[in-house]
C-alpha cells in the first residue's frame, strides 16, 4: 500500500511538471504569435475615416503612439512653466498656429512672442483633461494629438474648455489648432 500511494504522488508530481513546462512553452509560442498577429492587425486595423488630406482622397485613420502623446504633457508642462525657450524646441521653425480667436501665426517665433506677451491679468488656469493619438497612415509618419483641457479663472471657475489639434511629424509639432468652447 505504501509502493502504490509513493508511485502515485510520484506520478503526480511528474505529470504536474511535465504539464505546466509543456503549458509554459505553448503559452510562451502563443503569445508569442498573439504578438506578432496584433502587431500586423495594428497597422491594418482602422479606427474611422476623413477626407481631410490635401489630396482629397479618404483616408482611414489608425491608432498613434504614447511618444506623440508625450510630446504633448511634455510641452503642457514646459507651457505651464512659461519657458518659452524650452517651447520652441517642440516646434518646427515653420510651425502653423491657428488661435480660437481666429490669429493665425505662420512660424513658431510670432507664435511665442504673442503668448510670451499676455499680460498677467489675462491669466488663467487650465488642466489638461485628456489626450490621444490618431495615425493617417502607421508606415508614412506624422500623427495628430487632441487634447482637451478645462480652462478656470482666478476665482477657480470653469469658464471654457479647449480642444487641441497637434500635427506630429519626427517628434516636432508643425501645426497646432485651438477650438474653444465657452460654458458662461
Known amino acids: 500500500m505504501k509502493r502504490i500511494k509513493l508511485a502515485t504522488l510520484l506520478i503526480v508530481i511528474v505529470s504536474l511538471n511535465f504539464s505546466c513546462v509543456t503549458n509554459t512553452e505553448t503559452n510562451s509560442t502563443d503569445t508569442e504569435t498573439n504578438s506578432t498577429d496584433t502587431e500586423t492587425n495594428s497597422t491594418e486595423r482602422s479606427i474611422g475615416f476623413t477626407n481631410w488630406s490635401d489630396d482629397g482622397e479618404v483616408y482611414k485613420w489608425y491608432l498613434g503612439t504614447d511618444a506623440a502623446v508625450d510630446l504633448v504633457v511634455d510641452l503642457d508642462k514646459v507651457w505651464e512653466k512659461q519657458d518659452y525657450a524650452k517651447m ?36 488663467t488656469v487650465w488642466k489638461l ?6 495615425d493617417f497612415d502607421p508606415s ?40 474653444s468652447l465657452p460654458l458662461k
Request: charge should be negative; aromatic fraction near 16%; glycine fraction near 4%.
Open 88 to 123: 520652441r524646441t517642440f516646434f518646427a521653425d515653420t510651425a502653423k498656429f491657428y488661435k480660437r480667436d481666429g490669429k493665425f501665426f505662420d512660424n513658431t517665433t510670432d507664435f511665442i512672442n504673442e503668448i510670451s506677451s499676455k499680460d498677467e491679468e489675462e491669466a
Open 129 to 134: 483633461l485628456s489626450a490621444y493619438s490618431v
Open 140 to 179: 508614412r509618419g506624422g500623427e495628430h494629438v487632441q487634447a482637451s483641457f478645462e480652462i478656470t479663472n482666478k476665482a477657480g471657475d470653469v469658464i471654457r474648455e479647449l480642444h487641441e489639434q497637434y500635427y506630429i511629424i519626427d517628434s516636432k509639432i508643425v501645426q497646432w489648432r485651438q477650438f
